[in-house]
């Protein structure tokens, strides 16, 4: 069961990285966006994809909800793995 856990876990995080690729890609074409608000959710789930996305695509790096939220949402995972992993 912990492997299936893992698997969405790991799916998430691919999928934020990929939101944010694809954000950076439409951005360039001056085509139509994925809200703010959407890509932060999906930061939520998938902290360290979207993480990666942000560096790797060099996108919302200069935009203040992410330079602090997605980092906080990395600590926020940490912590709570750590939390299941001793408890």
Do not use: C
């Amino acid at each position: 069961m912990e492997n299936v856990f893992l698997i969405i876990y790991l799916l998430l995080n691919v999928v934020s990285f990929a939101a944010y690729g694809i954000d950076k890609k439409k951005a360039k074409m001056d085509k139509w966006r994925t809200p703010e608000a959407t890509l932060l959710a999906l930061a939520f789930f998938g902290p360290f994809g979207a993480y990666a996305g942000m560096l790797v695509f060099r996108h919302k790096t200069q935009k203040k909800p992410f330079t602090w939220m997605v980092p906080l949402f990395m600590i926020i995972h940490v912590v709570v793995f750590a939390f299941l992993a001793f408890f």
